[in-house]
């Protein structure tokens, strides 16, 4: 028999671990927000904030185009493959495609494998950044995620008409680029505005925190940096993107199309810059997203091309669907997120 005092001993033993999983269990369900910027008050002025609903995949497996699907496991927001969709094993058509029209790719995908039904269910596409996808197709085609690495060579290369000339000219592509569709910028803010940016020019103020696309990664940072050029000079980009960048009011995505309304929807951010369209369909699906509007004079147009991989498996796919994407079908798709059609007067 062990002593009382041997038996208190290991009781006070067990409620320390007891206590230490607690405390590391509360560690991981609100990690602490990043040094850069300062985490508001827990005070329920933030309702996105503990809400896994908002954390990618924001289509609840609409996007997955392979037909079995075996064990399901999504846990937002620890294990989640938000932009990376379908079967990589044996596709017929493998499609890389820049991240900012991820939500217009499933009724993309369901309207042409109906015309071709023969690659019903055998569709594999990435949303990532044009440029990783570059550094993606120069690995041949391997990726790593986590703790998984895999394969899979594209087709088709989607991005921005400059992105996809560059590559054409690299040898990566072949060309000659097919223009589709065109965009333009917004402002995309929580749906109260609470910082009220009411234009590019504010977002320069100090107290005003900001999700903003990394340069190295993302090409439209390209466009952003000539409207906030247009909007207070070069003054104003060397503030959102020098001075605010170094204070920590501004923080630099690597996947701005994920990260931007997540950011905002857990007040880590009060404004970003994005496409148009990235803000309507944040709108749509209901989420605690708006948007200010640029003017004309402070815009930038952005005109979405694409072309078929040098060394491509699937040639006559790959023709099939960029013929597809500037298609009236097509066309109407993209319409619903503010797209407009492709006219040469748009470059």
């Excluded at 929580?190 to 993302?218: K, Q, S």
Aim: net charge neutral; glycine share 10%.
């Amino acid at each position: 028999m062990r002593s009382r005092g041997t038996r208190l001993a290991s009781l006070a033993a067990v409620g320390v671990l007891l206590l230490n999983a607690l405390t590391a269990s509360t560690a991981v369900a609100q990690p602490p927000a990043p040094a850069s910027v300062a985490r508001p008050a827990e005070s329920g002025d933030c309702p996105g904030r503990g809400d896994d609903g908002i954390f990618p995949p924001w289509q609840h497996g609409a996007n997955n185009d392979a037909l079995e699907r075996g064990l399901e496991f999504t846990v937002p927001d620890a294990d989640v493959l938000a932009d990376f969709h379908g079967d990589p094993a044996n596709p017929l058509l493998v499609l890389y495609v820049g991240g900012n029209y991820f939500f217009a790719m499933a009724p993309l995908v369901q309207a042409f494998e109906t015309r071709y039904p023969q690659y019903r269910g055998r569709l594999y596409w990435e949303t990532i950044p044009p440029g990783l996808l570059v550094r993606q197709i120069r690995a041949g085609g391997r990726v790593t995620v986590g703790n998984m690495t895999w394969t899979v060579k594209p087709d088709v290369y989607l991005a921005g008409l400059e992105a996809v000339n560059t590559q054409i000219e690299a040898g990566l592509l072949v060309g000659p680029a097919v223009p589709y569709v065109t965009n333009t910028l917004t402002i995309m803010v929580p749906r109260d505005n609470p910082a009220h940016v009411a234009g590019l020019a504010d977002l320069g103020n100090a107290g005003i925190r900001l999700a903003m696309p990394d340069p190295e990664f993302e090409g439209v940072a390209r466009q952003i940096r000539a409207s906030l050029e247009k909007a207070g000079g070069t003054a104003l980009v060397e503030t959102v993107y020098g001075t605010k960048v170094h204070d920590g009011t501004t923080r630099l995505t690597r996947i701005h199309h994920r990260q931007t309304p997540l950011w905002l929807m857990q007040c880590r951010a009060e404004a970003g810059v994005t496409w148009r369209s990235e803000a309507l369909f944040q709108e749509q699906i209901g989420h605690a997203i708006g948007h200010v509007d640029i003017p004309d004079s402070q815009n930038a147009t952005g005109v979405y091309a694409g072309a078929v991989v040098r060394g491509a498996a699937h040639v006559q796919a790959a023709n099939e669907w960029l013929n597809f994407i500037r298609s009236p079908q097509g066309l109407t798709i993209f319409e619903r997120y503010g797209f407009k059609p492709y006219s040469p007067e748009a470059r």
